[in-house]
T-cell receptor
Framework: EPEVTQTPSHQVTQMGQEVILRCVPISNHLYFYWYRQILGQKVEFLVSFYNNEISEKSEIFDDQFSVERPDGSNFTLKIRSTKLEDSAMYFC???????????FGPGTRLTVT | QKEVEQNSGPLSVPEGAIASLNCTYS??????FFWYRQYSGKSPELIMFIYSNGDKEDGRFTAQLNKASQYVSLLIRDSQPSDSATYLCAVTGYALNFGKGTSLLVTP
């Protein structure tokens, strides 16, 4: 069964460093999303991406964040200058054009020290 | 602010019983409603979705939607210890807006 994959599973970085989180959505899906979940808190929407551009973003998704689809399979989230409060699980999700059901990847645990 | 509210629990039910999980939402424009299961340290796993008022059954799971009352629920029949997890309610017109989740504990 097709699934969303994410790399790395765990990333440790120092405050102020740039990180890139990678996702490979399900192959026939056209809508891509990033969510984050701070430990003990709810899952929060960051950004959605369709047709090579951002379609919606939340207040969390400020200028420190960017997304890109550099090739036909990868979907990336870049955080330019990480802060301690960026420590969280980051989930990628995707869905087809014909349905609203979003399928999540296993997540990347980002630890900022 | 569009809110999705869930009782945090924990909800404890004995094995074989019916677990009932509830969710209310504030945005009357919400179109689609989802239940995700999340084990500790893992990602959300989609288990049910419902778009129309009424009930939808899939195996041991039944989702119920009442748009007039802005209420969606999940029933788990014949609960098993492996059902012990946090259940997340999510609503969307587009991006998913999650509740904080209800922790379910099924005791043998």
């Amino acid at each position: 069964e097709p699934e969303v994959t994410q790399t790395p599973s765990h990333q440790v970085t120092q405050m102020g460093q740039e990180v890139i989180l990678r996702c490979v959505p399900i192959s026939n899906h056209l809508y891509f999303y990033w969510y984050r979940q701070i430990l003990g808190q709810k899952v929060e929407f960051l950004v959605s991406f369709y047709n090579n551009e951002i379609s919606e973003k939340s207040e969390i998704f400020d200028d420190q964040f960017s997304v890109e689809r550099p090739d036909g399979s990868n979907f990336t989230l870049k955080i330019r200058s990480t802060k301690l409060e960026d420590s969280a699980m980051y989930f990628c999700a995707s869905n087809t054009r014909d349905s609203y059901e979003q399928y999540f990847g296993p997540g990347t645990r980002l630890t900022v020290t | 602010q569009k809110e999705v509210e869930q009782n945090s629990g924990p909800l404890s039910v004995p094995e074989g019983a019916i677990a009932s999980l509830n969710c209310t939402y504030s945005d009357r424009g919400s179109q689609s409603f989802f239940w995700y299961r999340q084990y500790s340290g893992k990602s959300p796993e989609l288990i049910m979705f419902i778009y129309s008022n009424g009930d939808k059954e899939d195996g041991r799971f039944t989702a119920q939607l009442n748009k007039a009352s802005q209420y969606v629920s999940l029933l788990i029949r014949d609960s098993q210890p492996s059902d012990s997890a946090t259940y997340l309610c999510a609503v969307t017109g587009y991006a998913l807006n999650f509740g904080k989740g209800t922790s379910l504990l099924v005791t043998p």
